[in-house]
């Protein structure tokens, strides 16, 4: 497994830089990790400086918090062989080697190396679209195993995946596809979730919608995906100029192919008639930016959730991946959580944390960007307690040792696994 860190150079510094007077360009200065991490520190500094109307910082939270994460790291990982962080840590819920049960099934019907990447791809885009928050009470139920949350909802989509449920070729189950995907619907998916009046699961429409918008993607750009619209077209794409890829290339694919998979709510206006979508972007009145940037603060957290997993595939394959680190860690729940639990971060006002928020609530897009930017703080920290190196150890590992696994334990021993803020989810951003 090849790991190098990314190079001084800002990923898109090579790029011309787009005209942010232009919604289509403004769209484009948004799309990148660089973008990411910029925006998240200037809040980070903003709310150091005592400006944010909603979090306080203590930085000498900092030390205990990377204790922790480097304490339930060595528990996970004692010899600190440590994967990343990806959709294939779930497949594994429960010590069920599934990744290696579809590989035998994948050889066994003489699927060569490439052809395995594809159909691993197929799985791992539409797993990870059906990965947001499922709820306290959902479960899927397996050999006995009830299983719940990110790991539930992996393996209930494995198992659907091996099915056939998202494939239009009976002949060919182990697969998925625009046609299958966009005729899915609603009774058939939630049969496959288990989901039911005792088992319901938070945000199922919003799911479905999205692997609807996914199949409509994959059938608008067959240059990518391929004459049947499989996700697995992904591998080719990023092969094609050899055995190498950078984290931040396969990133800017996902968000240039399937830029239209993402709720068209966040929308920027150039009331000159251009209106670009801009996904999981959110308005913010304290972020800077050069012309109509200002003001959005853009995460696309599911599309590095999905760079992650795609990591896997491709180096199994034999595709070197490189410049890990510029991807940012993931603002979401478990990360913002364990910031909050350890003090790193404290609401002004305690009451807060009573009320129930939206995803587009300032006070939830700040502290998303925060979490950002304080991943990049810890992960150093937590290096230097494991004794490890930046190359031994990247930002992908560290969230899997890691800062997600701590965020759930501490999670689980004060809520009963809820996170610290309850938001209120469609099942696209949580």
């Known amino acids: 497994m090849t790991r190098t860190r990314p190079s001084a150079e800002s990923p898109a510094s090579a790029v011309r830089r787009p005209d942010t007077s232009t919604a289509v360009g403004a769209a484009t200065a948004l799309a990148s990790t660089a973008a990411v991490r910029c925006r998240a520190q200037a809040l980070l500094e903003r709310a150091r400086g005592g400006a944010s109307g909603w979090f306080l910082v203590d930085d000498g939270a900092l030390g205990s918090a990377a204790q922790i994460v480097a304490d339930v790291t060595r528990t996970r990982y ?57 709820g306290p009470d959902w479960r899927f139920a397996e050999d006995g195993r009830r299983i719940a949350r990110s790991e539930g909802l992996a393996v209930a989509s494995w ?39 005792a088992n319901p ?83 913010h009145s304290a972020v800077p930016g050069p012309g109509l940037t200002a003001g959005w603060m853009p995460f696309h957290k599911l599309s590095q959730w999905l760079t992650y997993s795609l990591l896997e595939p491709l180096l199994w394959a034999g595709v070197t991946v490189t410049g890990l680190d510029a991807l940012t860690g993931l603002p979401e729940y478990r990360n913002g959580g364990l910031l909050l639990d350890t003090g790193v971060l404290r609401l002004r006002d305690p009451a807060l944390a009573a009320r129930r928020w939206d995803v587009a ?70």
């Open 201 to 283: 699961l938070v945000g199922l429409d919003g799911r479905l919608a999205l692997l609807h918008r996914l199949g409509d993607a994959l059938a608008a750009r067959r240059d990518v995906f391929g004459a049947d619209g499989r996700p697995g077209g992904l591998f080719d794409a990023l092969t094609a100029a050899g055995g190498s890829v950078q984290a931040h290339a396969i990133l800017m694919t996902l968000l240039d192919s399937l830029s239209p998979i993402w709720p068209s709510g966040n929308v920027i206006d150039d009331g000159a008639g251009g209106r670009a979508p801009v996904g999981d972007c959110w308005p």
């Open 78 to 134: 004692p010899g600190l062989a440590i994967p990343y962080h990806s959709r294939w840590r779930h497949f594994e819920a429960g010590g069920v080697d599934r990744t290696a049960a579809l590989g035998d099934r994948l050889a066994q019907s003489g699927a060569d190396t490439g052809a395995i990447a594809r159909a691993q791809i197929d799985l791992a885009v539409v797993s990870v679209l059906l990965d947001a928050g499922a």
């Open 159 to 197: 198992h659907a995946f091996t099915a056939g449920l998202f494939s239009s070729d009976p002949g060919q189950p182990l697969r998925a596809d625009a046609a299958a995907l966009r005729t899915l619907d609603a009774g058939r998916l939630a049969a496959a979730f288990q989901v039911g009046p």
């Open 361 to 430: 609530d300032e006070a939830i897009v700040e502290w998303r960007a925060l979490t950002v930017a304080l991943l990049d703080e810890l992960a150093p920290r937590v290096r230097d307690r494991l004794g490890v190196t930046a190359d031994a150890m990247p930002l992908a590992c560290v969230l899997e040792g890691g800062t997600w696994a701590a965020g759930r334990e501490l999670a689980g021993r004060w809520r009963g696994g809820l996170p610290p803020l309850t938001i209120a989810s469609d099942g696209t951003v949580f």
